[in-house]
C-alpha cells in the first residue's frame, strides 16, 4: 500500500470520543440557548406587568388630584357662596361681631363667652 492511500481511508473517519464531544457541545448550546429564550421571555413579562402597574398608578394618581380639586372647588368659602346665592338658600355670611369666642379659664375648668 502506497501512503497515500493509507492517510486517505483514516482521514475521513471520525473518532467516537470527538463524535460524543460535538453531541455533548451541541446540547450544552441547544440548553443554553432555550434557557436564555425563557428568562428573556420572563423578563419581557414581567417589564410588561411593571408598566400596567405604572399606568395604574398614573391613573389613580390622577383621579385622586381630580377628586382634590374637585374637593377644594366645592369646600371653597367663595364658591359655596356662590351656590348658595345661586339655589336661593336662606343662608347668609355671619358677620364678625356676631361670632362669640369661648376661652378656658387658667384656673378653673370653665369657659368664658366673649364678644
Known amino acids: 500500500m502506497s501512503p497515500s492511500i493509507k492517510t486517505s481511508r483514516y482521514a475521513n473517519q471520525v473518532s467516537l470520543s470527538f463524535l460524543g464531544w460535538m453531541v455533548a457541545f451541541a446540547t450544552m448550546v441547544s440548553a443554553g440557548g432555550i434557557t436564555y429564550a425563557l428568562y428573556k421571555n420572563d423578563q ?29 372647588s366645592q369646600t371653597n368659602r367663595w364658591a359655596m357662596r356662590d351656590r348658595l346665592s345661586q339655589d336661593r ?8 361681631n356676631q361670632i362669640e369666642l369661648a376661652r378656658r379659664l387658667q384656673d378653673s375648668g370653665l369657659a368664658v363667652i366673649h364678644h
Do not use: F, G, P, Y
Open 44 to 72: 419581557v413579562a414581567v417589564r410588561t406587568e411593571i408598566n400596567n402597574l405604572n399606568r395604574k398608578i398614573a391613573v389613580c394618581v390622577m383621579n385622586t388630584n381630580q377628586h382634590r380639586a374637585k374637593a377644594n
Open 89 to 96: 338658600s336662606t343662608l347668609r355670611d355671619i358677620n364678625r
